[in-house]
C-alpha cells in the first residue's frame, strides 16, 4: 500500500490528523485537495512542510504571512 496519513503541523511539534489514506495530494489555489483510497476529499490551507514517503506521512503547515 502507497497511502500516507496527512497531517497539520501544530505548536511546532504536536501533529492533528488530517485524512487517513491519503491517495492523492493535489495543489489548488491557497492549499491542496487531499483524495484517500475512500474517494473522500478535504481541503488543506496552507504549504507542505514535509513529507517521508518511507513513514507514510505528508505534514503540512500554515502558511506564514511576509
Known amino acids: 500500500m502507497c497511502e ?6 501544530k505548536d511546532g511539534s504536536e ?3 488530517l485524512m487517513e489514506a491519503v491517495d492523492s495530494v493535489e495543489p489548488e489555489e491557497g492549499g491542496f485537495r487531499l483524495v484517500n483510497i475512500f474517494g ?3 481541503f488543506v490551507r496552507g504549504v507542505i512542510h514535509s513529507m517521508s514517503l518511507v513513514d507514510h506521512k505528508v505534514i503540512f503547515r500554515q502558511e506564514t504571512a511576509s
Not at 500516507?4 to 503541523?9: D, G, K, L, S
Request: aromatic share 8%.
Open 4 to 9: 500516507a496519513n496527512a497531517y497539520m503541523m
Open 15 to 17: 501533529h492533528e490528523l
Open 40 to 42: 473522500e476529499q478535504k
